[in-house]
């Protein structure tokens, strides 16, 4: 009876259940000749990629008795000298694959040879990009292991183990392989792909445009109707070919500049203008008069811009925006209450993230408006000192003042591709908020016109008619360094498309360094979309 009972299981273990304990044994002692860790591929709106794997061939070999590699030598001489050391290495294992990726003339002359022992296999464990579009953006990578940028936020989606392709051969405990067994191949998984919001042909050009000079800054371009990015530019870019050189570089190329924040300067005139105009502390048609300077206790501030010492005299508001009247805009910032302004500022997204994907993005800074003295206000008036925003937190300004007082969070993420190769669309981030009456972004519309046609902006003029505000700031490193340039605007101004916020780092003038790349990458793109 026994010994029925062991010839019985002594069948099902051998016969009935024999491809379940092989594909189990093959499992457990399957020798991973090559490993492919699959990773999602990054897409502008269209689909075209921006980030994606790499595709390498390597030979995978079959060793038999047939033929000794010295008899072989001849005709594989395409093949590099080491191909032989790594064959005598291996010539115990059945299969083994080449260490070095093949180049074209070497799969030429492999699939010319003609020889069945000599499979060539692809790998897409590199990661890689077609160019160097929207590094800072998409981020930085060591091997296969994300660092910083949509890479680093998105790796739990784009890399996953259930991703990972594998050849294997059926191999003992101790990795001996057994002969005559074949190979394995594991599929896997499709990775998730996503789409961004991003433009190819815009964010290309804005990166040409910018390349053509030695340029230090960001450059934020985004949709009106919708608050997408559609490009996002810092310069200087990294050296890839020598990161080590990059790391210790003093201009600092790993940084973002995009998302780092900084003091706006007069830019932050435009939302003293916007809360005074829209909560009744000033009115669009009433004069000022400015005697050049404006004078609290022993402190002193200038018109930097009238054409002489006693400054531009009766002066209207519209004027006093287009010029950037130091003196006008310190007293609308003293008529109004500090948690005033600051709370329009913060509802135009000042001092918070938009939280578009990137870690690293900055808050900026919001002083609470709390026991500021007269001085104090007064720079906050102009932007200077207590408040810093990121050039992604002053596009949305100008977004919401071109969409006639509705802000849309800006955003990134566009949608998906699941493992399943469905396409899943993202929802906006937050619904439209209203932060200024229609009325007020109108009138501040037309008076940002002005900047450009004889203001301070003179050199931002696009070919269709466009608007905006420079804005320059004392660099914080030290007095005698170059100012920080700003320029922020949309176009067309009587259907605006497109808000682009350029920030130069050491910039000088914002009306002589940042209007001057405004102009020039709004008419590409606007002529490009048409």
Request: charged share 20%; proline share 5%; aromatic share 8%.
């Amino acid at each position: 009876m026994l010994l029925l009972t062991l010839t019985v299981r002594l069948f099902q273990i051998q016969i009935v259940k024999y491809n379940q304990y092989s594909k189990f044994a093959a499992q457990q002692h399957g020798l991973i000749l090559q490993e492919n860790k699959l990773r999602g591929r990054i897409c502008d709106r269209n689909g075209l990629l921006l980030r994606g794997p790499v595709q390498r061939w390597y030979l995978l070999i079959r060793n038999t008795n047939s033929k000794s590699w010295d008899e072989q030598r001849r005709k594989l001489s395409f093949l590099a000298s080491d191909f032989f050391k790594e064959a005598e290495t291996n010539s115990a294992k059945e299969y083994w694959i080449y260490s070095k990726p093949l180049n074209p003339l070497q799969i030429k002359g492999i699939i010319d040879y003609q020889n069945p022992n000599l499979k060539i296999i692809a790998n897409q464990t590199q990661r890689d990009h077609p160019t160097e579009l929207a590094w800072h953006l998409l981020g930085s990578m060591v091997g296969q292991e994300a660092k910083t940028g949509l890479e680093y936020t998105l790796e739990p989606d784009l890399r996953n183990p259930l991703f990972s392709a594998a050849v294997k051969s059926l191999a003992d405990a101790t990795h001996q392989q057994f002969p005559g067994l074949g190979l394995r191949t594991v599929q896997p998984q499709k990775p998730n792909s996503y789409f961004l919001t991003l433009d190819h042909a815009i964010q290309n050009s804005v990166e040409n445009i910018i390349d053509q000079d030695s340029f230090c800054g960001a450059i934020v371009v985004l949709e009106v109707n919708s608050g997408a990015i559609l490009a996002m530019a810092s310069r200087p870019m990294v050296k890839l070919t020598n990161l080590e050189a990059s790391l210790t570089d003093s201009e600092n190329p790993f940084i973002n500049r995009a998302i780092t924040a900084y003091p706006p300067g007069s830019i932050f005139k435009s939302i003293i203008l916007c809360a005074g105009l829209d909560s009744g502390w000033v009115f669009e048609n009433e004069l000022f008069r400015d005697q050049g300077y404006y004078q609290i206790a022993d402190k002193c501030w200038k018109c930097t811009t009238a054409p002489d010492e006693s400054g531009h005299g009766a002066i209207s508001l519209t004027e006093a925006f287009a010029y950037s009247c130091n003196p006008v805009f310190i007293e609308l910032g003293l008529r109004q209450k500090p948690g005033v302004m600051l709370n329009y500022a913060e509802k135009f997204g000042f001092g918070k993230p938009a939280n578009i994907g990137l870690v690293e993005e900055a808050w900026g800074n919001l002083p609470s408006g709390i026991g500021l003295s007269l001085g104090e206000r007064a720079n906050l008036a102009l932007g200077q000192q207590l408040i810093t925003a990121t050039p992604l937190q002053v596009a949305s300004l100008m977004q919401t003042i071109a969409n006639d007082g509705l802000r849309l969070v800006p955003y990134l993420l566009k949608g998906k591709k699941n493992t399943q190769g469905e396409l899943v669309e993202f929802e906006p981030p937050k619904p439209a908020e209203r932060v200024i009456r229609v009325e007020t972004a109108r009138q501040v519309q037309r008076m940002m016109s002005a900047v450009l046609e004889y203001g301070t902006g003179r050199e931002a003029q696009t070919l269709d008619k466009a608007a905006g505000k420079t804005g320059t700031v004392q660099n914080s490193e030290g007095r005698d360094l170059p100012d920080h340039a700003w320029f922020a605007g949309f176009a067309p101004l009587d259907k605006p498309r497109y808000v682009v916020t350029v920030f130069c780092e050491k910039g000088i003038s914002g009306g002589l360094t940042a209007a001057p790349l405004f102009q020039k990458i709004v008419d590409k793109i606007t002529n490009s979309s048409d």
